[in-house]
Structures are given as structure tokens and as C-alpha cells.
Nanobody, 120 residues
Framework: QVQLVESGGGLVQAGGSLRLSCAAS????????MGWFRQAPGKEREFVAA????????DYADAVKGRFTISRDNAKNTVYLQMNTVKPEDTAVYYC?????????????WGQGTQVTVSS
């Protein structure tokens, strides 16, 4: 089992910045990649960004490319999401998640989520 705790959400004005953190504990040696997802009211959860744990290879949704940056600190078992030039449409609950293996794209463990609200 891997436990995840997100932090850093809040209220920010459009054009501003926010940094989310997600600390992992438990069987962290089983982490292949970590990702950020978000879910806005009335919408399905969507992929935001991901990073592989060993090589640091990153992937982003088109909607956030050039504005958001995912990074990780292996020593702290923590992944970050730096959100710059935020837009009202970035308002959502943001979740971090763990993918345990290269061979499956499924994310096995999820955090409780942190609310991000962007005011116009």
C-alpha cells in the first residue's frame, strides 16, 4: 500500500501561481510513476501530468503544457505540480496518484484531493 497526502491548494487569481505537493509513504519502492489528475464540478476526472520515478520523464495534458510543471524529490518521496499562469478553467479538485508498473497504465493509489479555485 502507498499512502498519498496532497497539500498546497487554495484560492488564486487568474494569471497567478500555485504549487501543489503530494507526499507518499508506505511501499514507496513500488512506485513506477506519479501523476496529477483533476476533476471539475460536473466533469469527469482528467489527466494533468505525470512523471516517472526513476528517470523523471514527464508527460502533460495539452491544456496545461507550457503552464504547469511536474517534478519530484525522490529523497522526500514527494511530487510537485507548479501551476503558473492559471486560468479559471483550472478550477478543480486536484488528486495525485501512483502508478505501480510500466506494464499497466492504471493508477493504483490515490490521495484525498486538494481544491484549487482560480478567480477571474
Amino acid at each position: 500500500q502507498v499512502q498519498l497526502v496532497e497539500s498546497g491548494g487554495g484560492l488564486v487569481q487568474a494569471g497567478g501561481s500555485l504549487r501543489l505537493s503530494c507526499a507518499a509513504s508506505g511501499r514507496t519502492f513500488s512506485i513506477y510513476a506519479m501523476g496529477w489528475f483533476r476533476q471539475a464540478p460536473g466533469k469527469e476526472r482528467e489527466f494533468v501530468a505525470a512523471i516517472t520515478w526513476s528517470s523523471g520523464t514527464t508527460d502533460y495534458a495539452d491544456a496545461v503544457k507550457g503552464r504547469f510543471t511536474i517534478s519530484r524529490d525522490n529523497a522526500k518521496n514527494t511530487v510537485y505540480l507548479q501551476m503558473n499562469t492559471v486560468k479559471p478553467e483550472d478550477t478543480a479538485v486536484y488528486y495525485c496518484a501512483v502508478r505501480s508498473t510500466y506494464y499497466s497504465s492504471q493508477y493504483d493509489y490515490w490521495g484525498q484531493g486538494t481544491q484549487v479555485t482560480v478567480s477571474s
